[in-house]
Structure formats: C-alpha cells, structure tokens
C-alpha cells in the first residue's frame, strides 16, 4: 500500500515537512517563558512538557500546555486531510497518518530548541483523536482511571501506547491498510522511546508520582509550594557549589 506514497511523494515531503515544524513549537517553553517569566526546562525534572508544567507551575498551565499540545496534533491531521484530499480519500489518510507521525517527531525532537523537547503524550493524543476518534473516545475512562490509580503520567502513556500498537495490528489493519498501520506504529514508538528513562525510574521504583491525587483532595497548591521550595534549595546548592569551585581555583 505504498504505492500513493510513491505516487505523490513530493506532496507528503511537504506535508511531512510542514507537521514537523508545527510540531517543533514547544508551547511549554512559550508559556513558562511569557506567563511565569521562567523556563521550564531549568526547573523540576527540566522536560518542556505537560507533566513538568503541572508539577511546576499548577494545574492551569499544565491543562493550557496540554490543550495547546494537543491542538498541534489536531491541526497537522486535519489541514494536511482536507488539503491532500483532491488527490483521493486514500491519499488524504495516509497524508493524515504521516501528518500525525511528523508532528509527534517535531514535538520530541524539535529543531528550534536543538532536537530536545517533550514526549511526545499530547500531541500523540491529539493525533490519535483525529485518526481513530471512536477508538479514543473508548480510551478516556481508562486513562483516566490509570492515571488516578498510579498517579503517574508516564504509566498511562507507555500503556496506551503498548495498547495502540497491538490494536493496530490485531483490528485496524484490514481497515487502514499498511502504511498507516506503520505511521501509527511509529508514533506509538516515537513516544515509548521518549520515555526510556520514565521505564528505568518505574523498574527501579524512582519515578516521580504526578501529585493528581493531592490537587484532588485539595492539596496541590501545598505540593506546588513543595515543588517550588525544593527548586530553590537545589538553585541555591548549585550556586553555592559554584562559588566554592571558583574559590579552590
């Protein structure tokens, strides 16, 4: 199947193209840069994503991180749908399966901010709700409910991701065909990779837990104060093990 990809290979270079330089925005680094006047790449666990949003700068940085994050997602498969269309229904979708692979490569590895960004989770989000929208919908619940149950973002996306990929090739390849079976393999990929080291953290028992459960039981902004405090002292240690270098020198 592909032989549309052969076919019209310079209008997917440019769809390619187009995604992965939307994909490259890093709304987080815009965000804490504007509103907090911060980088977030210099605090918490320093990952230009939602997660570290949430941890750092509350629950409405994180959900406008995340929307945003999404959103980029959305736009790549959508306009590169509607655009790629008048050259066939079967040229769109894999326009829109390739759309949704090269954002999700932009936001990881993105070429404003020298090829290290986020993880991936949003915008792979928002681009599986625009390929398998009813499939996606299926999933809300349960990732919801394993994001409260473990309190950890990455558990969630490993598995969703893990789940994408045995249902696109178990159920959705008669109905896809294979190249988009093979986009939507590597997207799911693309972000179990960006997590390797979440798997090493979850293996040894290390991994930070989100803090959901406390914002829930109206404890957040006391973890937020909690966050925050913790990066001073660790701020304030590396200015004074600075000092101290300088002095032996």
Not at 47 to 67: E, H, I, Q
Not at 226 to 243: F, G, M, P
């Amino acid at each position: 199947m592909f032989d549309i990809f052969v076919q019209f290979w310079w209008q997917f270079c440019i769809v390619a193209v187009l995604s992965y330089c939307i994909g490259s925005i890093n709304f987080a680094v815009i965000f804490s840069r504007v509103i907090k006047k911060s980088d977030v790449r210099s605090v918490g666990s320093g990952n230009p994503g939602t997660t570290n949003m949430y941890r750092v700068f509350g629950l409405r940085m994180g959900a406008l991180t995340l929307v945003c994050d999404m959103a980029k997602g959305v736009i790549c498969c959508l306009v590169s749908y509607f655009v790629v269309r008048i050259l066939g229904q079967e040229a769109a979708i894999q326009a829109e399966y390739l759309a949704g692979l090269f954002a999700v490569l932009g936001h990881v590895f993105p070429v404003f901010y020298r090829f290290r960004g986020g993880k991936g989770v949003a915008t792979s989000i928002g681009v599986l709700f625009c390929v398998q929208p009813i499939l996606m919908l299926c999933c809300i619940l349960p990732m919801i409910a394993v994001i409260l149950l473990t309190d950890r973002m990455s558990v969630m996306s490993l598995l969703l991701s893990v789940f994408m990929i045995v249902w696109t090739w178990t159920m959705l390849m008669p109905q896809i065909g294979l190249f988009c079976c093979v986009m939507l393999t590597l997207i799911c990929v693309v972000v179990i990779f960006a997590h390797r080291h979440n798997i090493v953290r979850l293996c040894t028992g290390k991994e930070n837990s989100l803090g959901l459960r406390r914002a829930l039981r109206g404890k957040g902004d006391h973890h937020l104060q909690e966050l925050q405090e913790r990066e001073a002292k660790k701020h304030a240690n590396d200015v004074e093990s600075a000092d101290d270098n300088q002095s032996e020198e």
